[in-house]
């Protein structure tokens, strides 16, 4: 099953657990997320007008050598945050909105509370 596929059909974490493939899937985007390289690649790429960057603007972002940085590139572009796309001797790349939409719907908290009605603290009562 693609990632993506894994992403929508995993229901918001607060209605139901995940099954174990999801969790496998979910697990394998948020690692690449967890590398401090890859979060600034994704947020130089996100950040940039008309959304998308050439690798080589990428490359002179960071004091890293071009293989490694192609690393990165290519783990990003596994689970499914990034495509690309060549033009000539340059390779530009775009944010996945979908992935990145599927993470937010995954982790979205409901306004009326926990999954289990326990009552929500509140800010109020969290500054007491």
Not at 6 to 13: A, K, Q, R
Not at 33 to 51: E, H, K, M
Not at 88 to 108: D, H, Q
Request: aromatic share 4%; net charge negative; charged share 20%.
């Amino acid at each position: 099953m693609e990632l993506l596929e894994i992403l929508e059909c995993s229901p918001p974490l607060t209605r139901e657990p995940l099954d174990a493939g999801q969790a496998a899937g979910v697990a394998r985007v948020f690692k690449a997320l967890g590398d401090p390289v890859r979060l600034r690649i994704l947020s130089i790429v996100a950040s940039r007008a008309g959304g998308e960057v050439c690798v080589c603007d990428i490359t002179d972002a960071f004091e890293l050598s071009q293989p490694t940085i192609s690393h990165h590139l290519k783990v990003l572009k596994e689970v499914g945050l990034l495509t690309s796309e060549r033009r000539a001797s340059w390779v530009y790349y775009r944010l996945v909105p979908e992935t990145l939409g599927e993470l937010s719907a995954l982790l979205t908290l409901p306004t009326s509370g926990p999954a289990d009605g326990s009552a929500r603290v509140t800010a109020a009562a969290a500054a007491q």
